[in-house]
């Protein structure tokens, strides 16, 4: 399908999605039956901000939605149940889907939540220099994960060979933390917000990746293809759900409200969720979700993956709400 065409037809879609909402003096229940959609989620931080105000706030239901959203630990697991059709769709890192559809599995990204590298590299008190990294441990979530590329690119950064140190597979931040701090592991890689944690139990950043200029395609939501060929409309649905959640939270007159929600998915230290909030309002959350070119092809150069990039995305979800100017629709939610 050309690219005109893919748009026309995208449009027709967004139309469609938005046919139950246009009628008017209807209520939601008798106009048309929810459509009932299991979501996967591999992680768990300020990256899933719009998906939980999409739940909390009932943005699903709006756009004619019944979301479940389940929760994997682990970019392989999630990536198991998308190919295996538990789940259609699914939040997940750019770097497990550039893995899976290396190997033919017909998973694809539709939009960038995170497109930098949105961590900082902690170690143990006692290391003071990259070199004494050099035989050490470093946690990570899984192989082949979105911490463990960054953990492997920070190293990489630092002057210190990934081959020099070992990784392990412990889990979710919260986890890693943990492991730090008993001294099972002497680095990991945490997001922002949830390394103010680690700060303050005196563990150290020797590298904030946030703030280098690297393009990064980080987190993002993809689909099953051949799933969503058949349900276009619930994509769209759910796609213009995500895009009304950002609006929400890019809004500086809703940071008490957001903080509130957010509060009730991660339990750190309300003035540590405040500052990580900020920052990635500020910096990383965008209203209308592309995924970056440079950010994926990044990730296929590292990954040694010989593939045109634009055989991992398709920004044409996203591309066709902006053209019809969606985001204008919303308000400040």
């Not at 039956?33 to 979501?39: E, G, I, Q, Y």
């Not at 957010?262 to 309002?281: A, M, P, T, V």
């Amino acid at each position: 399908m050309s690219t005109l065409s893919r748009r026309t037809f995208l449009r027709s879609a967004i139309g469609a999605a938005a046919a139950p909402l246009l009628v008017s003096g209807i209520p939601r229940a008798t106009a048309q039956p929810l459509v009932a959609l299991s979501v996967g989620m591999s992680f768990h931080n300020l990256d899933a901000a719009a998906a939980w105000v999409a739940q909390d706030r009932h943005l699903f239901e709006k756009y004619g939605l019944k979301v479940t959203i389940v929760s994997i630990q682990g970019g392989g697991k999630t990536v198991a149940a998308m190919a295996g059709g538990d789940i259609p769709m699914a939040f997940i890192a750019a770097a497990d889907i550039i893995n899976a559809r290396a190997k033919g599995v017909p998973l694809e990204m539709i939009a960038g939540l995170i497109n930098r590298l949105p961590y900082d590299f902690i170690v143990a008190k006692d290391i003071t220099s990259p070199s004494q990294l050099k035989g050490t441990k470093c946690a990570i979530s899984g192989f082949g994960s979105s911490s463990d590329f960054a953990a492997r690119y920070a190293l990489t950064k630092l002057g210190v060979d990934p081959k020099d140190v070992t990784f392990l597979q412990v889990g979710n931040e919260t986890s890693r933390l943990a492991a730090l701090s008993s001294g099972q592991i002497q680095s990991t890689v945490l997001t922002a917000g949830l390394d103010l944690a680690a700060f303050e139990l005196g563990f150290k950043p020797m590298l904030k990746l946030y703030e280098t200029d690297q393009p990064y395609q980080h987190t993002g939501i993809a689909v099953n293809t051949t799933w969503a060929k058949s349900h276009t409309t619930t994509v769209v649905a759910f796609l213009k759900a995500i895009i009304a959640a950002t609006v929400f939270l890019k809004n500086p007159a809703n940071e008490t409200a957001a903080l509130s929600l957010l509060h009730n998915h991660l339990k750190i230290k309300e003035r540590d969720l405040k500052q990580g909030f900020e920052l990635y309002r500020e910096h990383f959350y965008q209203v209308y979700p592309f995924v970056t070119e440079p950010g994926m092809e990044f990730i296929l150069r590292a990954r040694k993956i010989d593939q045109p990039v634009t055989t991992f995305y398709d920004n044409g979800y996203v591309q066709a709400l902006k053209d019809t100017n969606f985001a204008a629709t919303v308000g400040g939610q």
